[in-house]
């Protein structure tokens, strides 16, 4: 079971480590609703004219889904994961175990339905960093370290017994994305090696999740990726790092404009003659004053205006397809 995300190989990994699985649990990029037949057809289309346009990068966020269907391996759909047929079906499959690698909070019905149950790959040293965004977070609370955990699910979220567990030191200069892309690397090739100890009857010993000991973070959003002048440098650094996640960013906010921000520099010692804070350069990044008395420099996100007729048309056909209420990732 995995979702879509650039970043995310394990399928690959699998697969070119001859292990075929039994069934693909993932999203499909041409995924909609049945409803009328006409509106299945126009959301149909509309799905086919989005990979027209953008193929490439669908093919890569969907690999999981274009891999199954290369090796002919069984596809069900994300959407239906947690219904009665779904649970029926694993039962009669009689398989040991299900893995999971970056995917949606499933119900008891379906992580018991295997005969061992199911393993999740969770990017961070457990109990520490729970939830959906440990990246952003992990990167937010400026933690020395992190790491990557296989745990069996349970009913609280990321909360099972663990079955492996590996620290991994960061150098404080990380963003989310990066955090993200060697976390998701890393972790499909350890995961594949636990699947084939499993396959040789590896006999492991359980430890203890204590998530008493560790944290629950909600979903990182806009109110994290916020910054002010009454940051401290060091804070407005954490801030843009762990908000730097694929196309997202931070923000600042002025004069009721939002501007996306990619870096900060400190240039207290650059004998810059402003006056007057924010100020804004040629090149519209911002000089701001920090509460700790810092001139930052930050950094805004470069207006792309190459394919500006191909951006036009996408945006087009993801707004269609939103007002027409269809389930699917970008």
């Not at 004219?49 to 990068?57: A, D």
């Amino acid at each position: 079971m995995t979702g879509p995300g650039l970043d995310n190989n394990f399928v690959d990994e699998l697969i070119t480590s001859k292990l075929i699985p039994a069934m693909i649990v993932t999203d499909s990029p041409f995924y909609c609703r049945k409803t009328s037949s006409f509106k299945f057809l126009i959301k149909k289309g509309l799905l086919i004219l989005r990979y027209l346009l953008r193929g490439s990068v669908i093919k890569r966020k969907y690999q999981a889904y274009f891999l199954a269907k290369k090796y002919s391996i069984p596809i069900w759909p994300s959407q239906k994961v947690n219904n009665d047929e779904f649970a029926k079906l694993i039962k009669g499959m009689e398989i040991d175990y299900a893995f999971v690698f970056t995917f949606a909070i499933l119900k008891e019905k379906i992580f018991n339905a295997p005969k061992f149950g199911c393993i999740n790959f969770h990017p961070t040293f457990l109990p520490s960093n729970r939830g959906a965004c440990p990246s952003n977070w992990t990167i937010l609370n400026n933690q020395n370290k992190t790491g990557i955990t296989f745990h069996f699910i349970s009913k609280n979220i990321d909360a099972g017994s663990i079955i492996e567990q590996y620290e991994i030191p960061l150098s404080g200069y990380e963003t989310a994305k990066i955090l993200n892309e060697y976390l998701f690397n890393i972790g499909a090739i350890l995961f594949v090696r636990l699947i084939i100890r499993l396959k040789l009857n590896y006999k492991y010993n359980l430890i203890n999740n204590d998530i008493g000991s560790g944290m629950y973070e909600p979903p990182f959003g806009l109110e994290q990726s916020i910054i002010t002048d009454k940051n401290t440098f060091h804070e407005i650094s954490s801030i843009i790092r762990a908000s730097r996640i694929y196309e997202l960013c931070a923000v600042y906010k002025y004069s009721g404009k939002e501007f996306m921000v990619i870096n900060c520099v400190d240039i207290t010692d650059c004998n810059r003659p402003i006056k007057e804070f924010p100020f804004f350069d040629n090149d519209d990044n911002i000089y701001i004053k920090s509460i700790d008395n810092k001139m930052v420099l930050l950094v805004t996100k470069r207006s792309n205006t190459e394919n500006i007729f191909y951006r036009f048309i996408h945006n087009l056909i993801a707004r269609t397809i939103y007002r027409f209420n269809v389930l699917f990732l970008l």
